[in-house]
């Protein structure tokens, strides 16, 4: 019931509003909606072109860091590779000392028993 009257209520003030309209209320209202619907879409325009922005720096800041990781693995990756060269050299170095110092001590061994024969 209560439902009712309101609608009916509304439905008569809808009727006092549209027939108490003379025509520059209706263009002043026309060009209000108007207004209203281009600062809509401007606002829409500017959110859009916002959140353009924001995924376009968003990008960048990631190209960016990865960038700068694979340039840190890489530098990473040559250090220990020039690590490892090193230490194989280092190792290639001792290995030869090592054989140079028991063929001598061979050496001076047969020296050794071949003057120990001829005496």
Same mark, same amino acid.
């Given at each position: 019931?209560? &439902?009712?009257?309101?609608? &009916?209520? &509304?439905?008569?003030? &809808? +009727?006092?509003?549209?027939?108490?309209?003379?025509?520059?209320? @209706?263009? #002043?209202?026309?060009?209000?909606? /108007?207004? !209203?619907?281009?600062?809509?879409?401007? @606002?829409?325009?500017? *959110?859009?072109?916002? !959140?353009?922005?924001?995924?376009?720096?968003? @990008?960048?800041?990631?190209?960016?860091? !990865?960038?700068?990781? +694979?340039?840190?693995? #890489?530098?990473?990756?040559?250090?220990?590779?020039? #690590? !490892?060269?090193?230490? @194989?050299?280092?190792?290639?170095?001792?290995?030869?000392?090592? *054989? /140079? /110092?028991?063929?001598?001590?061979?050496?001076?061994?047969? #020296?050794?028993?071949?003057? /120990?024969?001829?005496?």
């Amino acid at each position: 019931m209560r &439902l009712k009257k309101s609608a &009916l209520f &509304l439905l008569g003030m &809808l +009727v006092v509003v549209s027939a108490g309209c003379n025509k520059a209320d @209706t263009q #002043k209202m026309q060009q209000d909606a /108007k207004a !209203t619907g281009e600062a809509a879409q401007k @606002t829409a325009a500017d *959110a859009a072109e916002a !959140t353009k922005k924001a995924v376009n720096d968003a @990008t960048d800041k990631t190209k960016a860091a !990865t960038s700068d990781a +694979v340039d840190a693995t #890489k530098q990473k990756y040559d250090e220990a590779a020039a #690590k !490892t060269k090193q230490a @194989t050299s280092d190792a290639v170095d001792q290995t030869k000392k090592a *054989a /140079k /110092k028991a063929a001598d001590k061979a050496k001076q061994a047969a #020296k050794d028993a071949a003057n /120990k024969v001829n005496q």
